[in-house]
């Protein structure tokens, strides 16, 4: 059960594609519809609300009921759930016997919940067989807040598809963006909805980056809420620092992948992060990074090898770490082929899909 939405709904659908379908028969459940950039190739089965009716709590009680029902047309060996009321009906579900096995995903430092989730989550913690945890940092906070038994834990990082390559040039993709060749060029791919994900610290920092280079230019990946919402805020916020002309909100881009090429560093101002597949994409691309030293970054970047961790709301260090790697030529390459190196090895969609198997074989006690 999981929103096919974001970097959760593209992570998981890589996944699947990766099982033997002969082996395990996959279905997904989701509430929300579908924005990821994979087209899902297995049944997917609408149970979210519209209009009048997805508000709480009679949401959750219709989706609850959708959720049981598509249980009992197909009844599963074991149900993985993703996201707070996914999670919630899982537990339920299992508490009245309609699940037999069940594994739940953290995906963040849960920054979203309150003390109500907590509370909830803490009363029903035993049922779960397994809670997988993105990063170290995400099962360290899921056993102090929800008081976990360790032994149902489990880290298993996020990784990506390594044979993604862009099939443009980098010439292209900076003509599409606007940009000259020679232009230094700090991008950003991030949810502009989330002020957890600190964009405003990113461009407190750019004056500071443009006084060492003053012809570097910025770009933003990310979708809003246009001229309503958080992204008017951050527009707002760049053109009262004297930066609009060098800042470029890009908007949501389903094919992201294709624009890695054109960057020369790639950033990430995170307050919280689980285990950022953007961080991954990146280093994958062979883009040095430098971000915030919260939840799992320090797990895949190596500071000083494969771009720099600083700590969060700091723009002066920031600003220190990016202006360095911008005049330096030789150190970004350097740091670009080091992080390709380590994601081939470590952080494959391969080696993550493989460790997904093997808990779901030890939950349900045999091949």
């Known amino acids: 059960m999981a929103d096919l939405g974001g970097g959760t709904g593209d992570h998981l659908l890589s996944m699947i594609r990766l099982w033997d379908p002969r082996a395990w028969d996959s279905r997904i459940l989701s509430a929300a519809p579908l924005t990821s950039r994979h087209t899902p190739d297995i049944p997917v089965t609408d149970v979210g609300m519209k209009g009048r009716l997805a508000r709480f709590p009679l949401a959750q009680i219709v989706t609850q009921y959708r959720v049981a029902r598509a249980l009992r047309q197909h009844p599963p ?20 016997g309609r699940i037999g096995r069940l594994i739940e ?45 360790p032994h149902r834990t489990v880290v298993v990082h996020n990784g990506v598809e390594l044979e993604t390559q862009a099939s443009e040039s980098r010439e292209e993709v900076r003509r599409e963006l606007g940009y000259e060749a020679d232009v230094p060029l700090v991008g950003m791919v991030s949810n502009l909805n989330r002020p957890i994900k600190g964009i405003r610290y990113f461009l407190d920092a750019v004056p500071l980056i443009l006084r060492a280079v003053p012809s570097a230019r910025f770009v933003i990946f990310g979708g809003g809420f246009g001229r309503g919402g958080h992204e008017a805020m951050l527009r707002d916020r760049a053109a009262a620092l004297g930066i609009a002309q060098c800042v470029q909100f890009a908007g949501f881009r389903p094919d992201i992948e294709r624009y890695y090429c054109a960057l020369d560093l790639s950033v990430l101002t995170s307050l919280s992060e689980g285990l950022s597949i953007a961080v991954l994409e990146s280093m ?25 961790l600083v700590p969060p709301r700091d723009p002066r260090a920031f600003a220190d770490r990016a202006s360095a790697l911008l005049l330096n030529h030789e150190l970004r390459l350097q740091m670009g082929t080091a992080a390709r190196s380590r994601i081939a090895e470590s952080f494959s969609i391969q080696i993550t899909a493989d460790k997904y198997l093997d808990v779901y074989r030890s939950v349900l006690g045999g091949p």
Not at 284 to 308: C, F, L, Q
């Open 77 to 96: 060996d074991l149900v993985h759930s993703y996201f707070f009321w996914s999670i919630m009906y899982g537990r339920f579900l299992k508490r009245i």
């Open 284 to 308: 994958k691309h062979g883009v040095p990074v430098v971000v915030t030293s919260v939840g799992g970054n320090p797990e895949v970047v190596v500071n000083g090898r494969t771009g720099y």
């Open 105 to 149: 995903n953290r995906e963040d430092e849960g920054f979203a919940w309150g003390d109500r989730e907590y509370a909830m989550l803490r009363r029903t913690r035993h049922l779960p067989d397994r809670v997988i945890c993105v990063s170290e940092a995400v099962r360290k906070v899921a056993l102090e807040r929800e008081e976990l038994d």
